[in-house]
């Protein structure tokens, strides 16, 4: 196999690619990269994420036909699916405070640290992922904030849309991960949200409270799988300096 790209090649190899080979990727090193995935920045390390590898030709033509047919999931030799399980939030505190429990802790600042972090996991997570009756907690939590947030600066992203958008962004940098470590070995991929989120959900199973984040398209690009020159608006309009 060929060197690996650099991050910056990586970037600049990976596009959404829409039409694929026949060529088999290899099941070990797409696993490889959703690892990389895995090992995203994530919102207080709650990793409240699942991560799909779909090869079963039943199954895909499943997601197929939840992606409408659309170009990219027509040919695509396996997909990836990016889940969001905010329901799995007190497994994923106990944990991480499991794990912090472990750490040993002797000077007074560690100790400090160690206590903080418990807590956190502890009791400030429940909070915050806790039930949360019709949407009353949240409108408590939101008012509350807003009131506090007069006297001082506060966290305000404390209501249930907000933690959905909490949650779908580490999502979306884990998926981030996931493509570029696939560009790194020069496989393809295409990031999707053009599809039927419930006949998804009902394909691989996942409960009720599951909400899919991407489903990426993978494969090794065609001739004809990137549909043309990259286009981003001059970069000077999305950028500025502060110094
Ligand atoms: C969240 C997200 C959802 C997307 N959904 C689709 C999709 O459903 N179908 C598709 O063909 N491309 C989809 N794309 C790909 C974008 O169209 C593509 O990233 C954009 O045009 C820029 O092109 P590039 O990825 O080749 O740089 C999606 C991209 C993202 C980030």
């Known amino acids: 196999m060929q060197k690996p790209l650099t991050v910056s090649q990586a970037i600049a190899h990976r596009r959404s690619v829409r039409n694929y080979t026949d060529e088999a990727l290899d099941d070990e090193l797409v696993k490889k990269c959703i690892e990389n995935a895995s090992l995203a ?3 207080s390390n709650m990793q ?3 991560f799909i590898h779909v090869k079963n030709p039943e199954l895909k033509e499943l997601l197929n036909t939840a992606c409408f047919k659309q170009q990219a999931s027509r040919t695509a030799e396996r997909f990836v699916v990016v889940v969001v399980r905010r329901d799995l939030w007190k497994k994923r505190a106990k944990a991480n405070a499991e ?17 903080f972090a418990l807590r956190y996991y502890q009791k400030l997570m429940p909070t915050i992922y806790g039930f949360d009756n019709f949407g009353i907690l949240s409108s408590i939590k939101k008012i509350s904030t807003w009131v506090s947030g007069i006297f001082r600066p506060i966290y305000r992203q404390v209501s249930l849309s907000d933690m959905r958008i909490v949650t779908h962004k580490s999502a979306g940098l884990a998926a981030q991960n996931f493509m570029l470590s696939m ?6 991929t295409c990031p999707m949200e053009g599809f039927d989120s419930r006949l998804v959900k009902k394909a691989l199973g996942l409960p009720k409270k599951a909400e899919i984040n991407m489903i990426l398209a993978c494969g090794k690009r065609s001739e004809t799988g990137v549909y043309g020159k990259r286009f981003r608006v001059p970069f000077g309009e999305v950028y500025t300096e502060r110094f």
Do not use: C, M
Request: hydrophobic fraction near 30%; proline fraction near 3%.
């Open 99 to 115: 794990f912090i429990g472990q750490n040993k802790a002797e000077t007074e600042s560690q100790i400090r640290r160690k206590k």
């Open 183 to 188: 560009a790194e070995v020069e496989y393809d």
């Open 41 to 43: 920045p994530n919102s």
């Open 48 to 50: 409240l994420w699942e």
